[in-house]
């Protein structure tokens, strides 16, 4: 829907008048046209070939929750991209990463922050966590039809619940399905593998930086095992994208942080490459 202020300097009246707080009731009462879930695709010749958003992996501690996500985009058995970004904050206190389509999963990042500053600014107050976690719910829901044709988006949710003053993460299906982990989860083509790295090495009374160290070992355990994750590459100083949620609000470790974490877990390797891990620390 186009704002034509060039003839009477004045918006349309669907932009005055008083209604949903939700940015998505608006766009489907006015133009439904542009969100991606109402968009005809033409009739299937074969699988889409496009790229394809891999590893993405959370976990709490104390303090807040970490969210991290390899670089690698496939398509098919080519790497599409290796230094794609797949961790974006939603707002202040919370962060979305995507897996699976990679242009329908920004496109439907970006109408999720869209989505939660309109509740905001309407309503004057943020959601709690758990209404953003919902409002994500349904705009996957939406996306069934291209989920169904095989591009199919599914983020993993994580923030700070300043309510309840914890960290928390979502994971989804393709339907919209949503559930809460406890601890850690993972999600994409790798997440069997970071999943299991988790599950040996998390403990409750982690820190921040050991909680860093966590995430980044999945995905090289992933990286190790599916050939979609893109592991650390030094030679190219390309490392996961690695974000923290606190009371403080959202962070991204900068590439050098990054690259600090990275390099330690790979000079433990390189002592080790089969044995025993070392502890996170």
């Known amino acids: 829907m186009e704002a034509n202020t060039r003839s009477t300097g004045r918006l349309p009246a669907a932009f005055l008048t008083p209604g949903s707080s939700s940015f998505m009731d608006f766009l489907s009462a006015h133009s439904p046209e542009i969100l991606p879930g109402n968009r005809s695709l033409p009739p299937m010749q074969g699988a889409i070939e496009a790229p394809h958003g891999t590893t993405i992996v959370a976990a709490s501690f104390s303090g807040g929750v970490v969210l991290a996500g390899d670089r690698r985009a496939t398509m098919g058995n080519m790497i599409a991209q290796r230094d794609i970004e797949k961790v974006f904050p939603a707002d202040e206190y919370s962060a979305v990463g995507i897996a699976g389509t990679a242009g329908l999963a920004v496109e439907m990042v970006k109408l999720f922050q869209l989505e939660l500053e309109h509740f905001e600014k ?64 993972a999600t994409g083509s790798g997440s069997v593998f970071a999943r299991g790295s988790m599950k040996k090495l998390f403990r409750d009374d982690l820190t921040e930086e050991q909680t860093l160290t966590l995430v980044v070992q999945a995905l090289y355990d992933a990286a190790d095992d599916d050939s979609a994750t893109g592991g650390p590459d030094v030679a190219r100083r390309i490392y996961p994208i690695v974000t923290v949620i606190t009371d403080e609000g959202f962070r991204k470790l900068n590439d050098t942080e990054s690259a600090e974490i990275a390099r330690a877990i790979l000079e433990r390797r390189l002592e080790q490459p089969d044995g025993p891990r070392a502890a996170l620390l």
């Open 122 to 185: 309407v309503e004057g107050a943020t959601l709690s966590l758990e209404g953003k976690a919902n409002r994500l719910s349904t705009m996957i829901r939406s996306n069934l039809a291209m989920a169904m044709q095989g591009l199919a988006v599914v983020p993993l949710f994580a923030g700070y619940d300043v309510d309840r003053e914890k960290g928390r993460i979502f994971s989804y299906d393709v339907t919209g399905g949503r559930s809460e982990e406890h601890g850690y989860a």
